[in-house]
């Protein structure tokens, strides 16, 4: 006997928002503590958070301007705290003033 997990459309809903407000959340922090560093126009490294080991890469596609990332959530979903943080600060900041290495 298998028991499937079947979520009804509201249950997904909420887990849909829940995983929208930790990337929103993770974004801030991310913003906050200056962890995105400029490689070049077209790439940024976000250093990890705290309790994290990974740095994640992003890339720009340069044919279309769209960010992609190297970590698990964003390979499952295409979006994930590091692309939202990087978009929010080129959006935001001037982004020359992200520090260089
Ligand atoms: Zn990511």
């Known amino acids: ?6 979520f009804t ?7 849909m928002k829940q995983h929208k407000t930790t990337i929103d959340s993770k974004a801030e922090q991310i913003i906050s503590l200056g962890l995105l560093k400029k490689v ?3 790439a940024y490294i ?9 740095p994640r890469t ?17 390979k499952a979903s295409k979006n994930c705290s590091h692309k939202v943080a990087l978009e929010r ?5 001037n982004p020359e003033q992200l520090t260089y290495f």
Do not use: A, H, Y
């Open 40 to 42: 070049n126009d077209n």
């Open 46 to 54: 976000c250093r990890p958070l705290p309790g994290n080991s990974t």
């Open 58 to 74: 992003l890339i720009r596609n340069v044919m279309n301007g769209s960010w992609s990332c190297d970590c698990q959530g964003f």
């Open 89 to 93: 600060q080129l959006r935001e900041r």
């Open 1 to 6: 006997m298998s028991q499937q997990l079947d």
């Open 9 to 15: 459309p509201k249950v997904r809903g909420e887990i």
